[in-house]
């Protein structure tokens, strides 16, 4: 997918994607954020939404910082350059509907931008696959075409969020190749980015992504698999106050060097 090199909003062109060796030198693990819904946390029990002023604060301590949160592609394509080092990723999964009410504004307001993993086969649906805690609404495609037209890199998080390494060879293909094909002709551009649904990933999964066309996937800690087609992510949630979200810097710092060639 071509991504916006500006925060949401920008009138920027975009700039495309190439795939990035995250294993090319120490310390070349790019620091992404993973965020779902942005509302009431009340009676959440997989603790993955944030209010909206918590998400604020949290985008308020990285620009203190000297930081700015960006969609994973422009961060991936600054590193490409020799940059980025004041860049850090931003990635909301699941494609929920509050994120163009309550995470969009805060974006804006701070100069950020993000990248939005979406259900191609769950427009204007729900997070029926969380068998506790409250149903969620999830974006329509006027919603997603509104993210996009706001300067948020949509990625895919598969067709209707199934654990890939445990989906049989149709459905893997229907998941990868079919969620970017509905989603680029959704959006009107190409599609770069995939999200693991439940962040698991095994190489079988990571060779279907590459195969489908994709520059890039997110997990969560993909241990050896980390590369391109794995990028692991630190999980941000309500609790996370500007002690917390120091900690986890410094911790990501200490992960080790990622593999090649995946």
Request: proline share 8%; glycine share 12%.
């Amino acid at each position: 997918m071509t991504v916006s090199a500006s925060p949401p909003g920008s009138a920027s062109p975009p700039a495309s994607v190439a795939p990035v060796d995250v294993g090319r030198r120490p310390g070349a693990v790019p620091w992404v954020a993973m965020y779902h819904s942005v509302g009431d946390p009340w009676d959440d029990p997989y603790r993955i939404t944030v209010t909206p002023e918590r998400l604020d604060a949290q985008l308020g301590w990285l620009r203190r910082r000297g930081l700015r949160g960006v969609p994973v592609g422009e961060l991936l394509a600054a590193r490409a350059r020799g940059g980025g080092g004041d860049l850090v990723g931003l990635t909301f999964d699941d494609g929920y509907a509050d994120f163009v009410e309550h995470a969009l504004p805060c974006l804006r307001r701070r100069g950020c931008g993000a990248t939005l993993f979406v259900l191609p086969g769950r427009l204007g649906g729900d997070n029926a696959w969380d068998r506790l805690g409250p149903r969620r609404p999830l974006l329509t495609a006027d919603g997603i075409r509104h993210a996009a037209a706001e300067g948020v890199e949509i990625g895919s998080h598969g067709l209707t969020h199934v654990d890939l390494t445990r989906a049989d060879d149709a459905a893997l293909r229907a998941e990868t190749a079919e969620s970017r094909a509905r989603l680029s002709e959704l959006t009107g551009a190409p599609v770069a980015g995939f999200c693991y649904p439940y962040g698991t990933v095994d190489a079988r999964a990571a060779d279907a992504v590459r195969a489908a066309g994709y520059t890039y996937a997110c997990a969560i800690d993909p241990g050896p698999l980390t590369g391109p087609y794995a990028l692991p992510r630190v999980h941000v949630g309500q609790h996370d106050t500007a002690v917390r979200m120091l900690l986890k810097t410094r911790l990501h710092r200490l992960r080790r060097r990622p593999a090649r060639g995946v």
